[in-house]
């Protein structure tokens, strides 16, 4: 009986800080954040799991943000690269640098 009582307090206690930890990294994700340590990659278990994907997700984001700040300080010779056919961030992204590249060729052409 005592057995069975620490077990499941055990396993309450795993699944509440797993719980804690993907929220935890949830929230500062949506809040933009991608600097903050994501704490519990690697756990082993879902929880882990779903850690790592945030952490993957940070990456994701980062390389965006890192695309669209060189666009926004006027670099045009940027190349954006879509993760895959269902990245809608990234291929706004590429339509915005070839859009630029576009109507700052025109500008060009007008002074000319």
Same mark, same amino acid.
């Given at each position: 009986?005592l057995l069975? /009582?620490?077990t499941a307090?055990?396993?309450? =206690? $795993?699944?509440? $800080?797993?719980?804690? =930890? $993907? %929220?935890? &990294? %949830?929230?500062?994700?949506?809040?933009?954040? #991608?600097? #903050?340590?994501?704490?519990?990659?690697?756990? +082993?278990?879902?929880?882990?799991?779903?850690? @790592?994907? *945030?952490? &993957?997700?940070?990456?994701?984001?980062?390389?965006?943000?890192?695309? &669209? #700040?060189?666009?926004? @300080? +006027?670099?045009? #010779? *940027?190349?954006? @690269?879509?993760? $895959?056919?269902? @990245? !809608?961030?990234?291929?706004?992204?590429?339509?915005m640098a070839?859009?630029?590249?576009?109507?700052? +060729?025109? +500008? !060009?052409?007008? /002074?000319?």
């Amino acid at each position: 009986m005592l057995l069975a /009582l620490v077990t499941a307090i055990s396993i309450v =206690l $795993s699944v509440r $800080s797993g719980l804690r =930890l $993907s %929220l935890a &990294a %949830l929230q500062d994700t949506a809040e933009g954040s #991608t600097e #903050t340590p994501v704490e519990g990659a690697g756990r +082993g278990d879902e929880f882990g799991a779903i850690i @790592d994907t *945030v952490g &993957a997700v940070r990456l994701s984001l980062d390389s965006i943000s890192f695309m &669209a #700040t060189r666009i926004a @300080d +006027g670099d045009l #010779t *940027v190349e954006v @690269d879509a993760l $895959s056919e269902r @990245d !809608t961030i990234g291929h706004a992204c590429e339509r915005m640098a070839m859009t630029l590249r576009q109507v700052v +060729g025109e +500008g !060009t052409q007008s /002074l000319e």
